[in-house]
């Protein structure tokens, strides 16, 4: 059966690519357009791993992320947070709100990969 990843993004472009790639890696993609709706999918649809970017409306990625990992339903998904700003107090910061891991945007798949499949192993 094919692990479930839910990649919470509002950007169309970067959801698209994400969703068209993992797909034809062989997972089976959910879509969230905000931490809202996100932290909701999480908890019914309770996909196998996350992919949640940081700079949401609405909710943003940091608050979703703490919301998730304080929620004790679904705190053991792991999160894998997205986000442009490649400095190290931002990988710190989503790593503190629980994000199991960080990669940034633009995505470079392989590596991306390689953090999912570690977290699902």
Known sequence: MANKILIVEDNEMNRDMLSRRLTRKGYEISIAEDGEVGLNSMRTNRPD????DMGLPVKDGW??????????????IPIIALTAHALEADRQRALEAGADDFDTKPVELAGLLEKIEALLA
């Open 63 to 76: 608050t979703a992320t703490a919301e998730a990992k304080a929620d004790p339903d679904i705190a053991s």
């Open 49 to 52: 791993l996350v992919l949640m």
